[in-house]
């Protein structure tokens, strides 16, 4: 498969508004971080911005926070890199690097010609630390670590884009990730062929893999690689009351779980806050969860990880149980997944890519034994013929038309006839014998007494 139109899922043909704050009407600054903290700060309940951060509270992140804040775990965001300036990231990015060829080595210049903030809106959802007293965006797992990862969006790029994911994929899990999350869609359902390798690398090392679903008001219909990979959780996007969201989601049957896609923050390149949505947004909502979830149960290996994510999801209004085009298995509750009692399972639920392969990828022919030979064959001699048949009129019989054809009918014909004469004499002769019999009869009967 070639490099394809690929879109990094942003919100609404990527319009982006500044944050206005729900209970004040002037633009957000950035305040910048005047010391390291050494443990969580209370957060300051007149902050404009914890207060527009809703999806903390309706989805159960506040109150995971009271288990965990996801230390120790790696987020990996392979995007458009993560921005050097903002404070929300001071201390949370542990390395990075460049796969595209155009961009930094350390992978903390955005790169790509649409959208290179990008990466930076996704991080800061996933794993910010806000600017200080208890104030600024916060992601969803404050305590993890990110590791940035510059990938070509559009851009002039020294490698083919299939190619880069294969090595940011590599990079991420030799790095140590336990989650990597992927905010971009090849608006395709199947992928290139190296995929295979690069996410099952993923999976044979224990990593968590989270990925957009893709959203119809960028012009993605449906969901498209890599949400399509089996093993991969796919992640739809809902409008804040809980519903899937019409412009910024889409649908198929690959979404695992759905999380708020509208109306989100999202720290910029240069520390502008922003509004924005899409289910790029989405998807770092639940690897951040992913990393709470891994903090808190360290003994739990990725298919266990994503089996609590998914069997604790609240069901979403109307979808009904089980999993489905819209919503997949319900609204990620970060309180649950943290918290719940959740049997265990020895595979991964959303899939198989390993088996997946081995029945649909063509394996590659293997190669013939023995030595080629260019000897010519031999074949035996046909029976010699005595002589040729002789031209004949189609309108005269020939030997073996008389001899299978006219003989056999005329023989049959001929007997047939014998048999119907002996039967019709038979019957003749039976027919004399009573004629001459009924006059006798007739008179013993009338000479009888009355």
Known sequence: MVARAVRVRDARSGRVRRVVAAVASVVLGVVLLTGATTGPVPEDPTDPVRAAEYWLDQYGIRDAWKTTRGAGQKIAVIDTGIARGPVEFSGAVAAGTDVSGVGAADGRTPVGAVDSNHGSWVASLAASRGTGNGRGMIGVAPDAELLSVSV???????????????????????????????????????????????????????????????????????????????????????????????????????IGLSAPSERLLGVSADGTLVQWNGTSGAAPIVSGIAALVRAAHPDLDADNVLNRLIRTAKPAPGAGSGQNALYGYGLVDAAAAVSATVPS??????????????????????????????????????????????????????????????????????????????????????????????????????????
């Open 152 to 254: 070509g969006f559009g851009a002039v790029t020294s490698k083919p884009f299939t190619e880069q994911i294969v090595d940011a994929i590599h990079w991420s899990v030799d790095q140590g990730a336990t989650v990597i999350n992927m905010s971009l869609t090849t608006n395709t359902l199947d992928w290139d062929p190296s995929w295979d390798e690069a996410f099952q690398y993923a999976f044979d090392h224990d990593v968590v893999v989270v990925v957009a679903a893709g959203n119809r008001g960028s012009g993605t219909s449906r969901v498209g690689a890599p949400a399509t990979i089996p093993g991969v959780l796919a992640v739809g996007g809902v409008d804040p009351s809980g519903t899937a969201s019409n412009d910024a989601s889409t649908q198929g049957i690959t």
């Open 345 to 450: 399972v020895s595979s991964n639920p959303l899939g198989d890519l390993a088996e997946w392969v081995r029945l649909y990828r063509r394996a590659d022919a293997p190669a013939p034994s023995g030595e080629p030979t260019t000897a010519p064959v031999e074949i035996p001699p046909l029976p010699p013929v005595d002589s040729a048949p002789r031209a004949a009129s189609p309108l005269l019989p020939t030997r073996d038309s008389l001899l299978y054809g006219t003989l056999p009918l005329a023989g049959g014909t001929l007997a047939a006839i014998m048999i119907t004469l002996g039967v019709s004499a038979a019957a003749r002769r039976i027919r004399q014998a009573r004629t001459s019999r009924e006059p006798s009869r007739t008179t013993n009967q009338e000479s009888l007494p009355s």
